[in-house]
């Protein structure tokens, strides 16, 4: 009999694959994946590496399941030009499907301007950039609301929407409401009643489902959106449909 998380389809907006050290000490592997997205009926997952440095892992693991995985190239604008110049080779060579930075943990603001020619870059290939959201002082709402301003033809997505803080939940949401190309992703929020409000106020298709694998449980993620409020149709939009429409899946 099909568990209750297994009753939608789902598309997993963002997850790792490595190890992560201390203080996490935690780790996913392609196996793991590959039984998490059978068991939780996950028909895609939007990966990440665990780093930074560790990009050539993700395209390994790609290689092997190129169904099941849609890569993220985790970009640490810090580094400069070398870094840009290896997000260009990943996009174009290895034909990933979007950006990932991580503000918190590679120390950088979200609005710097060595963050400016990554997103030239994800416009110059039509790619979406995934920012970590909700921890200060480098990736809070607002700093994330400022790029979202200064490239609106580039589609950005706020990983966490605000993560664990109320007032960055609300900020998330806010910033989303007053710029069009920003997206609400959803793992690790722990206010499923801000996953309705976001659905309802600033759009329907803007809010996605993610687990952020090894550090959530996906029973966890996928309980807290299915408890929110919203009705079955509204729930797949969450699920599934969002996210399929915005990377572009067939």
Not at 139 to 163: F, N
């Amino acid at each position: 009999m099909e568990s209750s998380f297994a009753q939608f389809r789902k598309i997993d907006a963002h997850s790792h694959i490595g190890f992560f050290g201390p203080p996490f000490n935690v780790n996913f592997n392609g196996d793991m994946l590959m039984a998490q997205m059978a068991e939780y009926n996950i028909e895609k997952t939007i990966l990440c590496p665990a780093a930074a440095h560790l990009n050539a892992e993700l395209l390994e693991t790609f290689r092997k399941l190129p169904q099941a995985v849609i890569p993220l190239f985790w970009v640490n604008a810090n580094l400069g030009q070398p870094a840009y110049e290896e997000l260009e080779h990943y996009l174009r060579d290895f034909h990933f499907a979007g950006v990932k930075m991580q503000p918190l943990f590679d120390a950088f603001t979200a609005d710097s301007p060595m963050v400016d020619p990554i997103m030239e870059i994800a416009r110059q290939y039509a790619k979406p950039v995934f920012i970590h959201c909700g921890h200060p002082p480098f990736s809070l709402p607002w700093q994330i609301g400022l790029l979202a301003e200064r490239h609106p033809d580039v589609p950005i997505v706020m990983i966490h929407m605000g993560h664990g803080h109320g007032v960055y939940i609300d900020a998330s949401i806010t910033m989303a409401r007053k710029f069009d190309n920003l997206m609400l992703e959803v793992s690790g929020m722990p206010m499923g009643c801000q996953i309705k409000n976001a659905y309802e106020t600033v759009g329907s298709e803007r809010v996605m489902f993610g687990i952020d694998s090894p550090f959530h449980h996906p029973s966890v993620e996928i309980q807290r959106v299915m408890s929110c409020g919203l009705n079955d149709s509204q729930l797949e939009d969450v699920f599934y449909n969002n996210a399929r429409k915005f990377m572009k899946l067939s």
